[in-house]
Structures are given as structure tokens and as C-alpha cells.
């Protein structure tokens, strides 16, 4: 069944329908023409859409805190099963033709369709999270050094095993994705090299639902628990929440990504599995995009989150995770020579 978009709106009703038609990939013709580029921030989501308690949600929070902060519209807007760039390009054309400025595609997915929005929009500024390929004068592109939060991740899960083996499930075979793999397995091995990691791709492309399914999540997870990992580290949005839920359900650890998981509400009932996650703070980038429109000097081209910028991070909200001292030492003592160049964090 193919999924119907929601969308939050604040503006007048006939934004809204134009607004909606353009989330279902139709055209719109009758869309205001405002050109001011005033009206607010807009994001279009990525694939899982809003309610991932991870990427998307993140997004959501800086658009929040940008609305509360400014005191203007937002629009946020999810993504369909089975779209083309054609439909996300359009989607983001209809946000900026009713006058949203920035408007933000959440994902690498949007790469296309922010290119040719932006070239439609010139006086409009465009962002994307997580893709460095766009490079237009009027596009910021919201990069992360996952690799850095990542390597961090490995350090925690190989201080916390048992087993000597640990788990990463990727969402899908892609190269963003490869970035988590690689830091992870570089911190585990880098603080035990005695550690195994079983590593695993849930798809081949997103389409295939590796971001979207958190059945594909517990199935994989499972399979490595079954090969004695007692953490398991995922970078898979919202199929992640069924890598959490295998390790609750066999009394293992589990590694969140992108947002703080412990914190969750949806995932409460398995907050005690989450030893921690490796956060980035899309949440941070978006609202400081959209401030930075607001106060006249918009940003553009790559700009980048770290370890150094503190926009890549681990979470310290598990209890047994922060109270230990001698793990949160290791850590530490990698966070310097990470920032000082000491350490040299590979990325594929």
C-alpha cells in the first residue's frame, strides 16, 4: 500500500493543499508565489519519516526549536514509498514557491532534487543533510564525521563484551554508511584486537526498505547474537529499533545511532539494553541553518560536524554506561587524540 503523506502545516489552507499535492509527487500550479523567502524553515524527511526516534527525528527537533525561537511558519513533510527525484524535487520546488526559506532535504537521497530545486530557487537557500555532492552557492550541505562517534562506539562495545564479539548492522550497503562501520570496527580493535565484529548489510539499496524495517533489524541482529555477540552496534534508522529490541528480548547490549535512543519515549521499554549511542546532531545543523537565513548571512557548502565542533558525540544517559569510570576513561583518552590528530579515524 503506498504510503500516505503526513504533513505539519502552519499557514493558510490553500499552502497546505498545494503543500500535499506536492508531497504525493503531483504538480502543483496553483501554489502561492511567494518569492520573499520568508515564510520559515521547511524539511522534507527521508526515508522511515517522522517517528524513527533516530535521523528524521532529529531533524524535527531543530525545526521545533527554530519555530519556537523565531515565532514563524514550519512545514514538515514526509517521503512516499516508490518516489523518484522528479517527486522530491518537486516536493521541495512547492516549499520554496510558497515562500519557505531554508528548506531542507533530510538525506542523501535528496542530492538530486535539492541540485535542481536550488538551481529553480536561486535566491532560496537549500540544505541536505548527510550528502557533500551538491556544492551550489545557494546549498548548504550538512555533513557529520560519523566515523569519529562511531569509533567512540567501538571503544564502549569492546570494554563491555563478554564474548570477544560484537555486531554492527548497517541499513543499507551504501557509503555513508560504510563511514559507521569503518570507525566502529577501528575502535574495537584499536582498544581489544582480540574482539570479533560480525558485520551486516541489511539491503542493497534503500528502496529495498534497509532504513524502513525494523523486522529486517531483529532478523539481522538476532543472527549475530546467535553467533555469541553480546553488543550490537546499528546504523540503520528506523530498522535499528528492531536491532534494540533483539537485544532486549536476549539481554545484550545494544548501540543506538543519531539521536540520544535511551531518551526515546517509544523505545522506553528497552532503555536498559541501550548502553549508549552514537549521536550526530542533525537537530543542531538544522536549526543553526535555518538561524543563520534569519540573521541575513545564510550558510553555504560544506559544513561539517565533528568531534572538535562537539556535533558528533556519545550519549551518556544509561546510568551503567556513565558511572563507569574505567570505560568512560578509554573513551575520553580516544576523544583527545581523535581532535588532536593523534588518532587517525578511517571512514571506508
Not at 524527511?45 to 526516534?53: A, E, F, L, S, T
Not at 545484550?252 to 519515549?265: E, H, K, L, N, R
Request: hydrophobic share 40%.
Amino acid at each position: 500500500m503506498r504510503r500516505i503523506s503526513r504533513i505539519t502545516v502552519a499557514g493558510a489552507a490553500t499552502a497546505s493543499l498545494a503543500l500535499a499535492l506536492s508531497a504525493c509527487g503531483g504538480t502543483s500550479t496553483s501554489a502561492s508565489s511567494d518569492s520573499k523567502g520568508d515564510k520559515g524553515l521547511a524539511i522534507a524527511y527521508d526515508v522511515g519519516g517522522k517517528g524513527d526516534q533516530s535521523f528524521n527525528d532529529a531533524a524535527y527537533a531543530g525545526l521545533e526549536k527554530a519555530k519556537k525561537e523565531f515565532g514563524y511558519k514550519t512545514a514538515d513533510v514526509e517521503p512516499t514509498e516508490g518516489e523518484t527525484d522528479a517527486d522530491k524535487e518537486q516536493r521541495l520546488v512547492s516549499l520554496a514557491k510558497q515562500g519557505y526559506n531554508p528548506v531542507v532535504g533530510v538525506g542523501y537521497a535528496y542530492a538530486a532534487a535539492v541540485k535542481g530545486a536550488a538551481e529553480k530557487f536561486p535566491n532560496t537557500t537549500f540544505g541536505i543533510v548527510d550528502d557533500s555532492t551538491v556544492e551550489s552557492k545557494n546549498v548548504a550541505d550538512l555533513v557529520f564525521s560519523e566515523e569519529e562517534a562511531s569509533y567512540l562506539a567501538g571503544v564502549a562495545a569492546a570494554k563491555n563484551t563478554k564474548t570477544n564479539t560484537v555486531g554492527f548492522v548497517g541499513g543499507v550497503d551504501i557509503p555513508l554508511i560504510h563511514k559507521f562501520q569503518a570507525g566502529y570496527e577501528q575502535g574495537v580493535k584499536d582498544t581489544n584486537p582480540k574482539v570479533k565484529v560480525l558485520s551486516q548489510y541489511l539491503t542493497q539499496t534503500a528502496e529495498e526498505g534497509g532504513f524502513a524495517s525494523p523486522d529486517k533489524g531483529k532478523s539481522a541482529a538476532e543472527g549475530q547474537i546467535e553467533k555469541k555477540a553480546d553488543v550490537v552496534y546499528a546504523a540503520a534508522g528506523l530498522s535499528g529499533q528492531g536491532v534494540i529490541e533483539a537485544a532486549a528480548a536476549n539481554k545484550v547490549w545494544a548501540i543506538g545511532v543519531d539521536s540520544d535512543q535511551y531518551s526515546q519515549a517509544a523505545l522506553a521499554k528497552y532503555k536498559d539494553s541501550i548502553l549508549t549511542s552514537a549521536m550526530k546532531d542533525v537537530a543542531k545543523a538544522v536549526y543553526t541553518l535555518a538561524k543563520s537565513v534569519k540573521d541575513g548571512k545564510p550558510a553555504t557548502g560544506i559544513v561539517r560536524g565533528d568531534l572538535k565542533t562537539g556535533q558528533v558525540s556519545l550519549s551518556n544517559s544509561n546510568p551503567k554506561f556513565a558511572d563507569n569510570a574505567e570505560v568512560q576513561e578509554a573513551i575520553k583518552t580516544a576523544k583527545e587524540k581523535i581532535i588532536s590528530g593523534e588518532i587517525k579515524v578511517k571512514s571506508s
